[in-house]
């Protein structure tokens, strides 16, 4: 009996980062389709509803063909109940680097896989403690701009790295996708790392 093709690969992301911590472990997508949906959270949603939901409705927003799975993912930043979604401005991620600044926070990702009629969601929570963070360090921080476009106003492989001195869990998934569950979550549907060289 002949073995199905894997399926052809669709990463509903925009996301540079996600597309090269997927190359990191030899994946390589057929097309990138990102999703649009709104990413407003519910009244008295917590963070972890929050971001699967997120993942799950980006999964939701796309049209497939019979032979392509759909990943996508949504990466947030709760300090406790609080969702630190895309900070609108400077005033708005000084504010969310304050509140993070000498204490825990966890960062979430949820990963949605659309195959078929099925779409397998996983959550994936990192907890990461940032420094004390003095003005002066803060203003530079924000005069560099690294916190536009970024989920609780910072990036770990960014320029905040430097107020990070301890994580537990995923750091991949801080950056936008947890390698080692991502990769089972494509192995169960049978998409696999090519060799170097594949164009597959």
Known sequence: ????????????????????????????????????????????????????????????????????????????????????GKPADRDEAAAFMRL??????????????????????RLVETKVR???????SLQRYLDIGDWQGKAGAYAIQGAAAAFIPWIEGSFSAVVGLPLSETAAMLAAIGIHPAPKGDAR
């Open 1 to 84: 009996m002949t073995k199905a093709p894997a399926p052809r690969l669709i990463l509903g992301s925009a996301s540079p980062r996600r597309l090269e911590l997927l190359a990191q472990i030899g994946i390589a997508p057929q097309d990138l389709r990102p999703a649009d949906i709104d990413e407003t959270p519910r009244r008295a949603e917590t963070p972890r509803d929050y971001v699967r939901r997120m993942a799950a409705e980006k999964a939701a927003a796309l049209d497939l063909s019979p032979d392509e799975a759909l990943l996508t993912a949504d990466t947030t930043v709760a300090v406790g109940r609080r969702i630190l």
């Open 100 to 121: 993070m600044s000498g204490r825990r926070h966890v960062v979430l990702t949820a990963m949605a896989l659309r195959h078929g009629p099925r779409t397998a969601v």
């Open 130 to 136: 940032m420094r004390s963070i003095d003005e002066p």
